[in-house]
Each structure stands twice: as C-alpha cells, then as structure tokens.
Nanobody, 119 residues
C-alpha cells in the first residue's frame, strides 16, 4: 500500500503565494508520474500539472507562468509552488501518484488540501 499525504494549503490574499507538498510513502515500486488536480465547489475536477519520473512537466493553460511543479525523486515528494494567486484558484487540491506496482500500474490519491484565495 502506498500512502499519499498533501500539505501546505491555506488562506491567502490575491497575489499571494503558497507551496503545496505531496509525500508518498509505503510499498513504492517506481513512481511513473505525480499529478496535481484541483476541484472547486460545483465544478469538475481539473488536472493542474504533472511531473514524470524523468522530470518532464506540463501545466494547464490557466496556471502557466504562475505555478511550478517540482519533484524530489529520492524522497518521493512532489511540490506545487503557486504564486500570483487568483480567487479562481480556490479549490481543494489533490495529489495523484501512479506507481508501477508489482503486477501493473496503480493510482493513489491524497486526502486533498484546501486552497482559498480571498481578500
């Protein structure tokens, strides 16, 4: 079993910054990719960014230039540095980890961390 724990959410004013962390632990074989999703109230879950084992990164258009995803492979931890935050960034942010497993890839999810951007 792989356990995924997010942290770093909170309340910030527009234009502020937050750094989210996601740590994976347990029976990890090899992590293919780590994803950050977010879901605002009443809206569909959205993929925000991902980073591969080889540190290839991708971002959804709305966060480009403001968010940066990074990874510490040795610690199985992914970060999301968020700057110039906007009220529309308000959401629960979820970390998703895809591990190779012993008999095929498996997905693991964190509990989510609330990000609220409000003056």
């Amino acid at each position: 079993q792989v356990h995924v724990v997010e942290s770093g959410g909170g309340l910030v004013q527009p234009g502020g910054s937050l750094r989210l962390s996601c740590a994976a632990s347990g029976s990890i074989f090899s992590i293919y990719v780590m994803n950050w999703y977010r879901q605002a109230p009443g809206k569909q879950r959205e993929l925000v960014a991902f980073i591969t084992r080889g540190d290839t990164t991708m971002y959804t258009e709305s966060v480009k230039g403001r968010f940066t995803i990074s990874r510490d492979n040795a610690k199985n931890t992914v970060y999301l540095q968020m700057s110039s935050l906007k009220p529309e960034d308000t959401a629960v942010y979820y970390c998703n980890v895809r591990d190779s497993g012993s008999d095929g890839p498996r997905d693991y999810w964190g509990q989510g961390t609330q990000v609220t951007v409000s003056s």
